[in-house]
């Protein structure tokens, strides 16, 4: 029974630190270096993780963001593993697995000091993952999984635009947590609404 809800009782877990997290926020955003706490709207997830807070003060948050994100890549990661034997394609079954833990391994790593490569490094993993998944679910009959898998990479995309651009960085932090909260939908659907059956018709290797 706990191996069947794995995933879900590691996100729910991960959620949960995180938003403890933000409780320990001292303050500072993109917007204003003086606010107070943490703002949704303004703050980044990676805020959490520095040492100092965005205001120059001593971040308390850091060890329950990091913590909440070790839970959360691990989550990930056994999501990756487990839906890989619903593909019967050995082949896509093995770039799912493996592009997913990897890009796993290196989300936990955004929490270094090494953000900026470490989000470079497990994004191009992540897409990769979740656009093998997608090609399958798109070959399925799970109609509205499709419309997930389609919300998910245009807001991955629209995310990646902004960080890379620079355009738009008002937003980012608001878009960074649709695309969070759409690719956990997304994985949940994945994870209870799908049997290995519904992607034998779309193997064709």
Partial sequence: MLKKHLTLIGISTSLLLLFISTSYYPGGSQQDKNTIGYDMKNNYLCNLFNEKAVNGMANPSRPW???????????????????????????????????????????????????????????????????????????????WL?????????????????????????ILPVMQKISLGLNLTWIMGLEYFTQAEDFVNGDHQ
């Fill in 146 to 170: 499709k419309i997930l898998s389609i919300a998910c990479l245009l807001t991955l995309y629209i995310n990646n635009y902004i960080y890379y651009s620079g355009y738009g960085l008002d």
């Fill in 65 to 143: 963001a990091v913590l909440g994100m070790l839970v959360l890549c691990v989550s990930f990661a056994a999501f990756f593993i487990r839906f890989s034997k619903k593909i019967p394609s050995r082949s896509s079954a093995n770039i799912i697995k493996y592009t997913g833990i990897s890009a796993m391994f290196f989300a936990f790593l955004v929490t270094t000091a090494y953000h900026d490569i470490m989000t470079t490094i497990a994004s191009i993993f992540y897409l990769l993952a979740i656009f093998y998944i997608s090609v399958h679910v798109f070959m399925s009959k799970l109609f």
